[in-house]
């Protein structure tokens, strides 16, 4: 039975990308157990280290994981901002429409950083990020990262209406 059981983990783990999902499983209840944030414009932050699964060859953390961190930078800003719950109740998804990314100074193996996360401002179709990769060791930004992220059926206006309970007038554009 233990040989059933260690072999279906090492096929789920060969097939899959489970940290992945264990990664999203943490955020989720990570936000989900702290205070709501109630200002949208707020910075919000979320703590990482570089893992050797984080690592390219060079022995420093992967352009692909910066982007990764990100999302899950992301998913927990929305959780404690509310804007999550409001466009699921609007039936609304929320896709990455555009992103670029600064690396000033790459990220070594088992250092701590900081992906500190703020909304800029939303137009009538996307609302758009800053993240901010800030290494824990001597503060330093080592990456700076611009999202569009679109709204798919509803609007970003919408969704802050249903959080406030409150109509906005015209689009918010914030720096």
Same mark, same amino acid.
């Given at each position: 039975?233990?040989?059933? =059981? ?8 060969? %097939? $899959?990308? =489970? ?9 989720? =209840?990570?936000?989900?157990?702290? +205070? ?10 979320? &703590?990482?280290?570089?893992? +050797?699964? &984080? ?6 953390? %992967? ?8 999302? *899950?930078?992301? !998913? ?6 509310? $804007? *999550? ?9 929320? @896709? ?30 996307? !609302?758009?990020?800053?993240?901010? /990769? =800030?290494?824990?060791?001597? &503060?330093?930004?080592?990456? @700076?990262?611009?999202?569009?992220? %679109? ?10 209406? /249903? ?13």
């Amino acid at each position: 039975m233990l040989l059933l =059981v260690l072999s279906a983990l090492l096929l789920l783990f060969c %097939n $899959l990308d =489970v940290w992945y999902f264990l990664r999203g499983v943490q955020v989720f =209840v990570e936000a989900w157990f702290l +205070p709501r944030i109630e200002d949208i414009l707020a910075e919000q932050s979320i &703590d990482g280290m570089v893992l +050797p699964h &984080d690592l390219d060859y060079l022995g420093h953390m %992967n352009n692909s994981r910066y982007l990764r961190e990100c999302d *899950f930078a992301r !998913f927990h800003h929305y959780m404690r901002n509310g $804007l *999550f719950m409001a466009s699921r109740k609007l039936g609304a998804k929320m @896709v990455v429409g555009a992103s670029t990314i600064r690396y000033r100074r790459s990220l070594a193996f088992r250092e701590a950083f900081q992906i500190r996360t703020k909304v800029l401002g939303w137009d009538e179709k996307a !609302f758009y990020l800053e993240q901010r /990769f =800030v290494s824990k060791r001597d &503060d330093f930004v080592s990456a @700076v990262m611009l999202c569009r992220q %679109n709204v798919v059926g509803s609007s970003p206006e919408s969704i802050i209406e /249903f959080i406030y309970k409150k109509q906005v007038s015209g689009f918010k554009h914030s720096s």
